[in-house]
């Protein structure tokens, strides 16, 4: 068997964040795997359920902080230039908890993930940025999300009378 990597089929740039997942599919317990939904609840409740409820992915109780601190950090970099360290931590603190809960509830590690922080097969590395962030285009950004916006507000119920109706009619 034949295997490539992406970085040498495809040499990309340098991205700040990257993501690594030890997968070891020998030795996994079938008991733990079809109890894992289970097993899952308290993380989902905390950061979220992510694999099994896409549909109803919400962010849990950390992430509603997270996104909560993500708009309080948007004013403090349009104001000041710079991302508060604290919250920044926090976000990142967030980050490491979601993917390694992700990866469990996903099947991609069969131990049992950490609450907090603590050594895991799955792991997100995000690098520090180094210069101060332009505050004029971070002010912009949400006049940049305006066409999205609008061309969702017109994909969306076109979807929803393409997807529907045809389960309504006998």
């Known amino acids: 068997m034949t295997t ?6 495809y040499p990309l740039p340098e991205y700040p964040v990257s993501v690594s997942i030890e997968f070891a599919p020998e030795g996994r317990n079938r008991l733990t795997t079809f109890a894992r939904p289970i097993l899952s609840i308290p993380h989902m409740i905390l950061v979220g359920p992510g694999a099994w409820f896409h549909r109803l992915d919400s962010a849990g109780l950390l992430g509603a902080a997270a996104y909560v601190l993500a708009i309080v950090n948007w004013f403090a970099i349009v104001v000041t ?4 360290i604290s919250i920044r931590d926090f976000q990142l603190y967030y980050q490491r908890w979601r993917t390694r809960a992700l990866a469990y509830m ?10 907090g922080d603590a050594p895991y097969p799955a792991a997100i ?5 180094g210069v101060a ?36 009619f006998d």
């Open 4 to 9: 490539t990597t992406l970085e040498h089929d």
């Open 133 to 168: 962030r332009d505050r004029v285009t971070v002010a912009a950004r949400p006049i940049l999300v305006l066409p999205h916006v609008v061309i969702l507000f017109v994909l969306v119920p076109a979807w929803a009378v393409a997807t529907f109706p045809p389960f309504g």
């Open 81 to 84: 230039g710079k991302s508060m």
């Open 106 to 115: 996903a099947l991609f590690v069969d131990a049992y993930p950490p609450f």
């Open 125 to 129: 590395a995000v690098i520090e940025p």
